[in-house]
C-alpha cells in the first residue's frame, strides 16, 4: 500500500457548517416572526452540514465512543447484574461488542409491533463472535463450543455473515467470555453497531484450484487496522464488506456496502471489481459496479477511501436513510468514483472489468479438490442451527483425520479443509453423524432461515423450527421430482421472521417473510408474505433481480408445506425447456404461482 493512497483518507473538513437559504426578508407581525427554513432539510452529512447531532442515536454516539462501553461492563456491569446497566449502552452500545438484548421467551408474534422495547426484551443477551472470512481452527472451534455449553445453554447458531452467534449469555459472565475468545485470537469487537461488521470472505480463499487471487492478506489488514479503530468506530449506521477472489461469485457482493470481486485485468493482472451501496432490508438495493480496477496493493487503501466516504457523507438524519446504499442511489456510481478518487485517494484508478458470470454452484457443499491435492467437504446444517456439543465433536473429528483448519459460508454451511484423499469418505460419514451432511438434500442445501422469533425481539414468527419442519415434508413430498431431474437447478427457500431480510428473502426462489395473517375464525397467526424469482448472479443467472410478490399472497405456517409444494409442482408442470424456477416466477401469470 503506497502513502499516496493513504494521504486523502482522512476527513476533509469534518466541521464544516450547514449552507441554507432563506424564503426572503421577513415580514408580517412583530408577534409572528416569520420561520425561516432552508431549502432542504439537512441529511446530517459531517462534510457538507456540520456534526451536530440530527437525533438521539448521534448524540449519545458523540457523547461516549461504543468502544467504551467495554470497560464499564468489566468494572460495573459485570459485577451489579442486568439491572445496573444504563439504557444508551444496553440498547446501544452494547451492539459494539456484539451484543444485543435477546426476546423473552412466550410472547407471541403478534405482539412484537405492539409492546414496547422493554416489554420484549429478557435479561439474558445475544453475543455474536466476529469470524472474518469464516476462518477458524479447530482449536478455536473448541474454545467456542466450550462457550456455549458452559454460558450459553448450548447454543452456537451460524449466521449468514460467517458469524457465530451465542444466546441466553448474562452479562456476569461477558469479561470470562472475552478472556477465553481472545486467548485465541478471537473475538467480538465491532461485531453489531454503527460500524464496520464482520467481513464476508471467500470460505475458500487460499485453497480453491480456481481462485483468481488470494484475499486472506488483504482481509487480515483491514481486520487488524480498522477494526476497533475510533477512525471508524461512528459511521452513520452498520457497514458492510465481501471480499473473494474466487470466480464463482461466493461472498454475494451485489448486496453489501462495499465488495471485492477478483477479476483477471486484460494489462494489469489480477485484481478486484469495486461495487458499492447494495443491501436488503425493507428499502433493498442492488449495489453498483464502481467501474475501477483495484490492484491488490491498493485494496486497504480502497477500502479506507469509501468507508471514509461513509462516515464523512452518510446520511445521519434519520436512521432509515442512513446506509451507503441511499448515498450511492443519489449520487450515481460516475460522482462516487470521483469523489473517491479525488478527495480521499488523491489519484486516478485504473478502469475496471466485469467479473465473469459465475460457471458452478458457489455454495461448496460436496467433496472438492484443494490447489494442494488435499480435499475440502462443505457441510450442510439445517438452517445454520448449530450447537457447542456438536463443535466440540467437529473438532474432534477433523482433529481424528489430520485437519486443524475450517471455514463457516455465506450460506450458513461448514467447510472442513486439509482433507487427505483416503479420509474424504470416513470424514463425510462422521460429519452426518453429526448432523452436518455433506450430501444433503436439494431442500436442505438450499434453506436458510434468520434467528426468527426464538430470540429475536423483532421477530414475528418461528423460523428455524419452521424451516426444518418443512425441509423434511419436501424431501418426502417431491422425491418423485427429484429423483425424475424435472427441477432442474436447485430452488432456493429463505426464511425471515419479519421485514428486515436477515435471511435475504429478496434474493430467493422463494423467500418468505414473516408477517401476521388472518384466519377464517377472525382471529391472527403467523405466517409468511411470499417473494418469488429473486436471486443473486450464479453459475445459472447473469446478473442479480428482486423477487416479486404475488398479490394478496400470504401463507399461515401451518400452509407453508403445501405452499411450496404446489408452486414447485406448478412450475414443474409449466416451464419452459430449460427454463429456471426465477424466470417461470417472474414470466407467468400470478394464478400459477398461487
Known amino acids: 500500500m503506497t502513502q499516496t493512497a493513504l494521504a486523502g483518507a482522512t476527513a476533509p473538513g469534518t466541521d464544516n457548517g450547514t449552507a441554507t437559504t432563506t424564503a426572503g426578508a421577513a415580514a408580517a407581525h412583530a408577534s409572528r416572526p416569520v420561520r425561516v427554513r432552508p431549502a432542504t432539510k439537512p441529511h446530517g452529512q459531517w462534510v457538507v452540514d456540520g456534526k451536530a447531532p440530527l437525533n438521539p442515536v448521534e448524540a449519545w ?51 412484537t409491533a405492539s409492546l414496547e422495547p422493554h416489554e420484549l426484551e429478557d435479561s439474558y443477551l445475544m453475543m455474536r463472535v466476529r469470524t472474518d472470512g469464516g476462518k477458524l481452527t479447530t482449536e478455536q472451534l473448541r474454545v467456542i463450543g466450550q462457550i456455549s455449553v458452559d454460558f450459553a445453554r448450548n447454543t452456537a447458531d451460524l449466521t449468514n455473515r460467517q458469524n457465530i452467534q451465542f444466546h441466553w449469555i448474562e452479562v456476569e459472565n461477558v469479561p470470562e467470555i472475552w478472556r477465553r475468545l481472545e486467548a485465541v485470537g478471537l473475538q467480538t469487537t465491532e461485531a453489531c453497531g454503527d460500524v464496520p461488521r464482520g467481513m464476508l470472505g471467500s470460505p475458500v480463499a487460499g485453497i480453491a484450484k480456481a481462485e483468481i487471487i488470494d484475499p486472506t492478506d488483504f482481509l487480515q489488514e483491514l481486520r487488524e487496522r480498522f477494526i476497533g479503530n475510533p477512525q471508524f468506530s461512528n459511521l452513520p449506521r452498520k457497514y458492510k464488506t465481501s471480499i473473494t477472489g474466487y470466480p464463482d461469485h461466493d461472498t454475494i457482493h451485489e448486496i453489501n456496502d462495499i465488495s471485492f470481486v477478483g477479476v483477471r485485468h486484460p494489462e494489469l493482472g489480477p485484481g478486484y471489481d469495486l461495487w458499492v451501496g447494495g443491501g436488503l432490508s425493507t428499502a433493498p438495493r442492488l449495489a453498483q459496479r464502481v467501474g475501477v480496477f483495484v490492484p491488490p496493493e491498493d485494496g486497504p487503501a480502497v477500502w479506507e477511501g469509501v468507508t471514509s466516504i461513509f462516515r464523512d457523507y452518510g446520511y445521519r438524519r434519520m436512521r432509515n436513510k442512513a446506509r451507503l446504499k441511499f448515498l450511492v442511489e443519489d449520487w450515481g456510481a460516475e460522482k462516487f468514483r470521483q469523489v473517491l478518487e479525488d478527495e480521499y485517494l488523491g489519484r486516478k484508478l485504473p478502469d475496471g472489468v466485469a467479473p465473469p458470470k459465475a460457471t458452478v454452484n458457489g455454495d461448496h457443499v460436496g467433496v472438492h479438490e484443494q490447489k494442494d491435492g488435499k480435499f475440502f467437504i462443505g457441510a450442510a446444517p439445517f438452517v445454520g442451527r448449530f450447537s457447542g456439543t ?16 475450517l471455514r463457516t ?54 423460523t428455524k423450527d419452521t424451516a426444518i419442519d418443512v425441509i423434511g415434508q419436501l424431501e418426502v413430498r417431491l422425491a418423485d421430482l427429484v429423483d425424475a431431474g424435472v427441477l432442474g437447478d436447485p430452488i432456493t427457500l429463505y426464511l425471515n421472521g419479519c421485514p ?60 407453508l408445506a403445501d405452499y411450496v409444494e404446489r408452486v414447485i409442482r406448478s412450475y414443474a408442470a409449466n416451464k419452459l425447456a430449460e427454463e429456471t424456477f426465477a424466470e417461470f416466477a417472474h414470466r407467468v401469470d400470478e394464478e400459477l404461482l398461487k
Not at 451484543?99 to 405482539?111: E, F, M, V
Not at 461448514?414 to 451432511?437: F, R, T, Y
Not at 429473486?534 to 446478473?543: A, Q
Request: glycine share 12%; proline share 2%; with cysteine.
Open 61 to 111: 454516539k458523540q457523547e461516549d465512543d461504543g468502544l467504551s462501553v467495554r470497560h464499564r461492563i468489566e468494572t460495573i456491569y459485570s459485577k451489579q447484574g442486568f439491572d445496573s446497566i444504563a439504557d444508551d449502552d444496553l440498547h446501544g452500545r452494547f451492539r459494539w461488542w456484539g451484543l444485543y438484548t435477546q426476546r423473552k421467551q412466550g410472547i407471541d408474534g403478534g405482539k
Open 390 to 405: 456438536q463443535m466440540l465433536a467437529l473438532a474432534d473429528l477433523l482433529e481424528a483425520h489430520g485437519s486443524h483448519r
Open 409 to 462: 459460508t455465506p450460506l450458513q454451511k461448514i467447510i472442513a479443509l486439509d482433507i487427505s484423499q483416503d479420509k474424504v469418505e470416513a470424514v463425510v460419514a462422521g460429519l452426518d453423524e453429526l448432523g452436518l451432511s455433506a450430501r444433503p438434500s436439494v431442500f436442505r442445501r438450499n434453506t436458510m432461515a434468520c434467528t426468527g422469533i426464538e430470540f429475536c425481539k423483532l421477530a414475528i414468527v418461528n
Open 500 to 559: 428486515n431480510s436477515c435471511a435475504r428473502i429478496q434474493t430467493a426462489d422463494i423467500g418468505l417473510k414473516g408477517i401476521v395473517v388472518p384466519t377464517d375464525d377472525g382471529g391472527t397467526t403467523g405466517g409468511f408474505q411470499v417473494h418469488l424469482g429473486g436471486g443473486l448472479s450464479s453459475h445459472n443467472r447473469e446478473e442479480a433481480g428482486l423477487g416479486r410478490t404475488v398479490r394478496g399472497l400470504k401463507v399461515a405456517i401451518d400452509d
